[in-house]
């Protein structure tokens, strides 16, 4: 075998170790009278209904292998992905919205992500499929605000050499779902598999952590854009948004130690070093 043709087979392992299609089966598994996921067995007699829900790059892959392993069990879902990203599904809807700048197509994803939620009662099961990009694809617009408010946010962000947990701080603090707020959203369990695309993985700042506790505060999101001279740039109502939050009218997100964060579990199964030890184990 020639060297290029090694090079290519330790290259195509390493893609192949973090496809959904590889994933997703060694952490949702169905059967006989049990769903298995994130380790937790579950009798499926305990199960009232089993939404999907989720957003990233590699969501509609992900609702792909998820229906493929679960089947007619869910009840309803909608997933959110990249525009020309979308694939055929049966169960789960697929939205396309804008990525890395948010459209209203975005807003609308999570809209509809919140009204399948509030569906949902203690004794349902949520699964959430979250990849890189998420926290463009799941972008709503709160009430004092507008998209092109946001849009031009981030947008600001993007060009102003913020790394990606500045960016999301800041995201966290225009949102009602990430930062672990979409839990409030849901008395359900919800299980989230994450596919990162942050470097360290840190899972608050994976699509901005939706369903994980979130450390940051609206006072950390006014240093950021002070920090990147973006104060006078940004539109004005964004600061005053970031402005109530500081002085408690707006609710902070969820924080280490809330009592909704025992209904959730997240994991991590895909990232750069699953990929870089599939390609060390082929080589």
Same mark, same amino acid.
């Given at each position: 075998?020639?060297?290029?043709?090694?090079?290519?087979?330790?290259?195509?392992?390493?893609?192949?170790?973090?496809?959904?299609?590889?994933?997703?089966?060694?952490?949702?598994?169905?059967?006989?009278?049990?769903?298995?996921?994130?380790?937790?067995?579950?009798?499926?007699?305990?199960?009232?209904?089993?939404?999907?829900?989720?957003?990233?790059?590699?969501?509609?892959?992900?609702?792909?292998?998820?229906?493929?392993?679960?089947?007619?069990?869910?009840?309803?879902?909608?997933?959110?992905?990249?525009?020309?990203?979308?694939?055929?599904?049966?169960?789960?809807?697929?939205?396309?919205?804008?990525?890395?700048?948010?459209?209203?197509?975005?807003?609308?994803?999570?809209?509809?992500?919140?009204?399948?939620?509030k569906?949902?009662?203690?004794?349902?099961?949520?699964?959430?499929?979250?990849?890189g990009?998420?926290?463009?694809l799941?972008?709503?617009v709160?009430?004092?605000?507008?998209?092109?408010? @946001?849009?031009?946010?981030?947008?600001?962000?993007?060009?102003?050499?913020?790394?990606?947990?500045?960016?999301?701080?800041?995201?966290?603090?225009?949102?009602q779902?990430?930062?672990?707020?979409?839990?409030? %959203?849901?008395?359900?369990k919800?299980?989230?598999?994450?596919?990162?695309?942050?470097?360290?993985?840190?899972?608050?700042?994976?699509?901005?952590?939706?369903?994980?506790?979130?450390?940051?505060?609206?006072?950390?999101?006014?240093?950021?854009?002070?920090?990147?001279?973006?104060?006078?740039?940004?539109?004005?109502?964004?600061?005053? %948004?970031?402005?109530?939050?500081?002085?408690?009218?707006?609710?902070?997100? @969820?924080?280490?130690?809330?009592?909704?964060?025992?209904?959730?579990?997240?994991?991590?199964?895909?990232?750069?070093?699953?990929?870089?030890?599939? #390609?060390?184990?082929? #080589?």
């Amino acid at each position: 075998m020639s060297a290029r043709q090694d090079a290519l087979k330790i290259f195509q392992a390493a893609v192949k170790a973090v496809q959904p299609s590889y994933l997703l089966p060694q952490y949702i598994k169905l059967e006989e009278q049990h769903l298995t996921i994130l380790g937790d067995k579950i009798p499926l007699k305990e199960i009232k209904n089993l939404y999907v829900i989720g957003a990233g790059k590699a969501a509609a892959a992900m609702a792909v292998e998820t229906e493929k392993i679960l089947g007619d069990i869910i009840t309803d879902g909608v997933v959110t992905t990249k525009y020309h990203h979308s694939l055929p599904t049966n169960h789960i809807k697929i939205i396309e919205s804008a990525h890395p700048v948010p459209d209203d197509n975005c807003d609308i994803a999570v809209r509809e992500t919140i009204e399948l939620l509030k569906k949902t009662s203690k004794n349902d099961i949520v699964i959430c499929l979250i990849s890189g990009g998420a926290s463009s694809l799941w972008c709503d617009v709160p009430s004092e605000l507008t998209m092109q408010d @946001l849009q031009l946010t981030f947008d600001l962000l993007l060009k102003s050499g913020a790394d990606i947990q500045e960016m999301n701080t800041v995201r966290k603090h225009l949102s009602q779902i990430k930062g672990g707020q979409l839990l409030r %959203h849901t008395k359900a369990k919800v299980y989230s598999l994450i596919i990162s695309d942050v470097v360290g993985d840190d899972i608050s700042a994976i699509a901005s952590g939706p369903t994980v506790p979130d450390p940051s505060t609206f006072i950390d999101a006014k240093v950021i854009l002070s920090k990147y001279e973006l104060i006078d740039k940004v539109p004005q109502g964004i600061i005053n %948004h970031i402005d109530q939050g500081i002085e408690g009218n707006i609710e902070e997100t @969820l924080k280490p130690g809330d009592a909704q964060l025992s209904n959730s579990k997240s994991k991590v199964i895909g990232n750069n070093q699953v990929a870089l030890d599939a #390609a060390k184990a082929t #080589a």
